[in-house]
């Protein structure tokens, strides 16, 4: 099903990979890029992988989605788990690039439910540790 805005499609892997970690819980994070009109999966990241692991897989100068799997204790130690979806655009990719993925997000972001936390990102520290807590909490 191709998104209007832009024609981008989205791949059933991509559907199939979140589905995994939504309900499996067997992936960390998994990154998607949009390649010949379609979004694909970049990258899976294992559970014991982070999200320095995942910020290091973002290319400096090319946008990207991700959805990431993010597991905390709370202030009255309470174990829990929220998903995000991420929006990588950083200033130094190409405007047709950032133009791309900043139309077909809201459709690509659609086919996920369950994502409970949406971040945009245009440089590293926007990814870091203190961001993840303070948009969990």
């Given at each position: 099903?191709?998104?209007?805005?832009?024609?981008i499609?989205?791949?059933?892997?991509c559907?199939?990979?979140?589905?995994?970690?939504?309900a499996?819980?067997?992936?960390?994070?998994?990154?998607?890029?949009?390649?010949?009109q379609?979004?694909v999966?970049?990258?899976?990241?294992?559970?014991?992988?982070?999200h320095?692991?995942?910020?290091?897989?973002?290319?400096?100068?090319?946008?990207?989605?991700?959805?990431?799997?993010?597991?905390?204790?709370?202030?009255?130690?309470?174990?829990?788990?929220?998903?995000?979806?991420i929006?990588?655009?950083?200033?130094?990719?190409?405007?047709?690039?950032?133009?791309?993925y900043?139309?077909?997000?809201?459709?690509?972001?659609?086919?996920?439910?369950?994502?409970?936390?949406?971040?945009q990102?245009?440089?590293?520290?926007e990814?870091?540790?203190?961001?993840?807590?303070?948009?969990?909490?």
């Open positions: 099903m191709a998104n209007s805005a832009s024609g499609a989205v791949s059933d892997e559907k199939l990979k979140f589905m995994e970690l939504k499996k819980r067997n992936h960390r994070y998994i990154v998607f890029k949009i390649d010949d379609q979004v999966v970049e990258k899976v990241g294992g559970h014991q992988e982070t320095e692991d995942l910020a290091n897989s973002l290319p400096a100068n090319e946008c990207r989605y991700a959805v990431f799997d993010y597991d905390f204790t709370t202030n009255e130690n309470v174990q829990k788990s929220k998903i995000f979806f929006a990588w655009s950083p200033e130094t990719a190409r405007v047709r690039s950032k133009m791309l900043a139309s077909s997000k809201d459709r690509f972001r659609r086919e996920f439910d369950g994502v409970q936390v949406e971040l990102a245009t440089d590293p520290s990814m870091s540790l203190d961001t993840f807590i303070g948009r969990a909490l």
